[in-house]
T-cell receptor
Framework: GIQVEQSPPDLILQEGANSTLRCNFS?????LQWFHQNPWGQLINLFY???GTKQNGRLSATTVATERYSLLYISSSQTTDSGVYFC????????????FGKGTRLHILP | GAGVSQSPSNKVTEKGKDVELRCDPI?????LYWYRQSLGQGLEFLIY????????KSGLPSDRFSAERTGGSVSTLTIQRTQQEDSAVYLC????????????????FGNGTRLTVT
């Protein structure tokens, strides 16, 4: 079954808007990470967040491990935030296999 | 180096030929991962290394795919007798240690090798 599930699959917003991206993960998955893949394909690690909340500028993330979900918040979005956001976790049943969700494609309109 | 380095950045090959893709991880990173990403799709796990050892090879799509890592550093992904369905971006990532056993070990990706099989 699906072990890392992201929603929504696509999101179109006007510049300046705020957004919340969600990642649900199964019991066998831990050590969540969030990535941004820019339109040129480069993957950047945003947060390593097994639990709790972290903030970096306009971005913040919260993982509630006991409820098996993580949220990525983007405030005052800019066109450079466009791209695909992936969450990933370690499949504890398969040693250190890190599995990715299918991503949320975000498009920020100027 | 400062980041994960992959080469070549682009590779066009004819169906049936063999290709080698190289990944040079961040210095000191013991864990190395290979993923494949087809156009517009997510990341498909291929294989990971802890040091020179690959505990789980089940993600490799077929026996035409193999990978090795030497000296706990550079890794090579080899695809034999390439097929058109092998066309994709092959991404390499490294982390300080296995993320399951080390509490703060984020993944860092290279820019990938775009493979086109004609």
């Amino acid at each position: 079954g699906i072990q890392v599930e992201q929603s929504p699959p696509d999101l179109i917003l006007q510049e300046g808007a705020n957004s919340t991206l969600r990642c649900n993960f199964s019991d066998s998955v831990n050590n969540l990470q969030w990535f941004h893949q820019n339109p040129w394909g480069q993957l950047i690690n945003l947060f390593y967040i097994p639990s709790g909340t972290k903030q970096n500028g306009r971005l913040s993330a919260t993982t509630v491990a006991t409820e098996r979900y993580s949220l990525l918040y983007i405030s005052s979005s800019q066109t450079t935030d466009s791209g695909v956001y992936f969450c990933a976790g370690v499949n504890m049943n398969r040693d250190d296999k890190i599995i990715f969700g299918k991503g949320t494609r975000l498009h920020i309109l100027p | 180096g400062a980041g994960v380095s992959q080469s070549p950045s682009n590779k066009v090959t004819e169906k049936g030929k063999d290709v080698e893709l190289r990944c040079d991880p961040i210095s000191g990173h013991t864990a190395l991962y290979w993923y494949r990403q087809s156009l517009g799709q997510g990341l498909e796990f291929l294989i990971y290394f802890q040091g020179n050892s690959a505990p789980d090879k089940s993600g490799l799509p077929s026996d035409r795919f193999s990978a090795e890592r030497t000296g706990g550093s550079v890794s090579t992904l080899t695809i034999q007798r390439t097929q058109q369905e092998d066309s994709a971006v092959y991404l390499c990532a490294s982390s300080l240690a296995l993320t399951a056993t080390y509490s703060n070990s984020p993944l860092h990706f290279g820019n990938g090798t775009r493979l086109t099989v004609t």
